[in-house]
């Protein structure tokens, strides 16, 4: 079992920035691959970006490319998304997620491949 929890949400205004973290606990031994999600009422889990265990590979998608970065220490065990020129539609619950990685390069866009998830933090962004 992998324990996440994400920190750093907040109220900010739009063009500001903000750093999630995703801190990992439990059988972390084994590689995973960690995706990061976000969610508003009424809507499904959306994608924003991934990054395989090797933290070679990363996706990002089309709405937050070129604002957000993903990034990891394996040694500490946290996941970091950072966030910048934020913009009111930017407004969700983020979640990080976790999947066992198949190979170190591996990693998924899809919800349904990610085992473990985050309790999620809010972030709200004003105009």
């Known amino acids: 079992q992998v324990q996440l929890v994400e920190s750093g949400g907040g109220l900010v205004q739009a063009g500001e920035s903000l750093r999630l973290t995703c801190t990992a606990s439990?059988?972390?031994?084994?590689?995973?691959?960690v995706g990061w999600f976000r969610q508003t009422p009424g809507k499904e889990r959306e994608f924003v970006a991934v990054?395989?265990?090797?933290?070679?590979?990363?996706y990002y998608s089309d709405s937050v490319k070129g604002r957000f970065t993903v990034s990891r220490d394996n040694a500490k065990n946290m996941v970091y998304l950072q966030m910048n020129s934020l913009k009111p539609e930017d407004t969700a619950i983020y979640y990080c997620?976790?999947?066992?990685?198949?190979?170190?390069?591996?990693?998924?866009?899809?919800?349904?491949?990610?085992?473990?998830w985050g309790q999620g933090t809010q972030v709200t962004v004003s105009s």
């Open positions: 997620a976790a999947t066992p990685a198949y190979t170190r390069d591996y990693f998924s866009l899809r919800a349904t491949s990610y085992n473990y």
């Open positions: 439990g059988r972390t031994s084994s590689g995973y691959a």
């Open positions: 990054q395989s265990w090797s933290g070679s590979s990363i």
